[in-house]
């Protein structure tokens, strides 16, 4: 049976919008003006100042580092002979069943550290405040990745209403699932391991109208603890999983010298599938002299396949641009894996990588197929018990690799 990537029938659909666009040249619907190149960085939400970085920036590290600097001169008393452990959640749709159910698993091996730093982007947006905040979050984790439908993430449009609109389907179910979880009580979990124990949350979206990654700081966020910030946090995951054209984008308000506009923001995967931390930080870190802890682990969950997917390619122009698609998607990935290697290797931080293996090969109808995220749940439920499939290189950089990873 050939394998389906993640989000096939986005891509196929996403196709058909693309050249019928080109073809119709269909007009736009109505937004605020965009956030003027040279004003990015002084564009602040109303009430909520410094919540995200413009990592692509010299600005946005700063301030980044700042924040770290800050957080250590307020939070808990830090003890750095003990080891910090960052995790990583990657984009992948549906596949996202196979990081929920390894942090599962890996909980009840007993040997599931609490992380220092947690990041997400897509559905590994979905996963990170639960992983954050630990086991007590596992069965929120099992229900949404197990018990979840088609229905319970968007409403199909019909194609015209596709083509006039700005996307394919209409996600106010899946904002209303992330609501029913990410309530006020979350927040104040969140802000107090922020706050008080110096952990970190960041999700990652992609600022369409710049062409450039957003790094949310979600525990400072939550810590300003009003319902606005509450909506923003959720928005944020909405946007983090808002697959473009297959899914309509998210609007952000704005402002500039008392001047309001609007930002587009699209799923993170548009420009990275999975991020650790901007390279350029460690060196700003060290410049400023931030203390850090003797050991440090990295642990990437990539939620897809790494093998490369046969397809036989139909000759037609829609067909042909589904395949540049899902392939760039794919190769897009591994080159962020070795990204992201080559900074732990710089900062001297143990690399430990795990992804959907070629042994998994359970069939999927269509997506957000219930029975199929099941089987991949309990596959990835049994690799975090195991707790041997952690390879300390990306795919491809030595032909044996697999260790277990540090205890």
């Not at 319970?152 to 209409?170: A, E, M, Q, V, Y």
């Not at 599938?273 to 400023?288: C, T």
């Not at 290797?345 to 070629?358: A, K, R, S």
Request: hydrophobic share 40%.
């Amino acid at each position: 049976m050939k394998k389906r990537s993640p989000y096939s029938l986005f891509r196929r659909q996403t196709a058909i919008l693309i050249a019928i666009c080109c073809l119709s040249a269909c007009g736009a619907l109505e937004r605020k003006a965009s956030v003027p190149p040279r004003q990015m960085g002084e564009a602040k939400i109303a009430g909520m100042d410094g919540v995200r970085y413009l990592v692509a920036s010299e600005a946005g590290i700063n301030q980044m580092a700042a924040d770290v600097m800050a957080l250590r001169k307020t939070a808990n008393s830090i003890d750095f002979t003990q080891a910090a452990n960052y995790l990583s959640l990657s984009g992948g749709g549906d596949d996202g069943a196979y990081g929920a159910g390894l942090l599962i698993g890996w909980t009840e091996r007993g040997n599931r550290p609490n992380f220092n730093l947690v990041t997400g982007i897509s559905t590994g947006a979905l996963i990170a405040p639960f992983a954050y905040l630990g086991k007590e979050y596992d069965p929120v984790l099992r229900d949404v990745y197990t018990q979840i439908g088609p229905d319970d993430i968007f409403i199909k449009r019909n194609l015209l209403s596709g083509i006039l609109g700005d996307g394919l389907s209409d996600t106010t179910p899946l904002f209303a699932l992330i609501s029913k979880h990410v309530d006020h009580a979350l927040l104040k979990r969140i802000a107090y391991e922020y706050s008080v124990n110096g952990r970190w949350l960041l999700i990652g979206t992609s600022n369409l109208d710049a062409g450039v990654p957003v790094v949310w700081n979600m525990g400072k966020i939550a810590g300003i603890g009003t319902p606005e910030a509450l909506e923003l946090f959720r928005k944020i995951l909405l946007a983090s999983a808002s697959i473009p054209g297959a899914f309509s984008p998210i609007m952000f308000d704005f402002e500039v010298a008392g001047q309001t506009f609007q930002e587009m923001h699209v799923d993170g995967g548009a420009i990275t599938q999975v991020f650790l931390y901007p390279s350029a930080l460690a060196q700003r870190g060290k410049d400023m002299k931030i203390k850090l802890h003797n050991q440090r682990n990295a642990y990437i969950i990539r939620n897809s396949r790494l093998d490369p997917e046969w397809r036989d390619t139909q000759r037609g122009t829609l067909s042909i641009i589904s395949r540049a698609i899902s392939s760039l998607i794919q190769t897009q990935g591994i080159g962020d894996l070795y990204r992201i290697y080559h900074t732990t290797q710089l900062d001297g931080v143990n690399f430990n990588l795990t992804f959907i293996g070629p042994d998994f090969n359970f069939p999927r109808k269509t997506e957000f197929d219930t029975e199929y995220m099941r089987a991949l749940f309990q596959y990835g439920y049994a690799r975090g018990i195991e707790g041997k499939e952690w390879q300390r290189y990306p795919p491809g950089y030595k032909s044996s690799y697999t260790e277990e990873a540090p205890k």
